[in-house]
């Protein structure tokens, strides 16, 4: 399984963007995915996570009513759409999947190599 992350960039704090994370593994469908981010000096935190049936796992405090976690099992994508981004959500975000929605790093097998998203004040 790889993983391809992409849609980050230089945004302005309000705007939005929507990261997308490609799959080109077998099992997609029956695969949990998540959204993880990392700041500078900061560890590694879970953002979102969505299980094969559709269930999500709670959404980080930070981004609760503002990040969605979505997936497309014909095109073997999730998507995550940031909405009112601020500058504390300036991070390395990375994608994951495996066998078990779990809010915890170790428990995804597979990763992508993160897309970097800044946003300015």
């Known amino acids: 399984v790889q993983l391809q992350a992409s849609g980050g960039g230089l945004v302005q704090a309000g705007d939005s963007l929507r990261l997308s994370c490609v799959s080109s593994g077998r099992g997609f469908a029956y695969a949990a995915h998540a959204w993880f981010r990392q700041a500078p000096g900061k560890e590694r935190e879970l953002v979102a996570a969505m299980g094969p049936s559709g269930i999500t796992a709670p959404y980080a405090g930070s981004v609760k009513g503002r990040f969605t976690i979505s997936r497309n099992n014909v095109e073997n994508t999730v998507y995550l759409q940031m909405n009112s981004l601020k500058p504390e959500d300036t991070a390395v975000y990375y994608c994951?999947?495996?066998?078990?929605?779990?809010?915890?790093?170790?428990?995804?097998?597979?990763w992508g190599q993160g897309t970097l998203v800044t946003v300015s004040s």
């Open positions: 994951a999947a495996g066998r078990i929605l779990s809010t915890t790093p170790s428990s995804y097998d597979y």
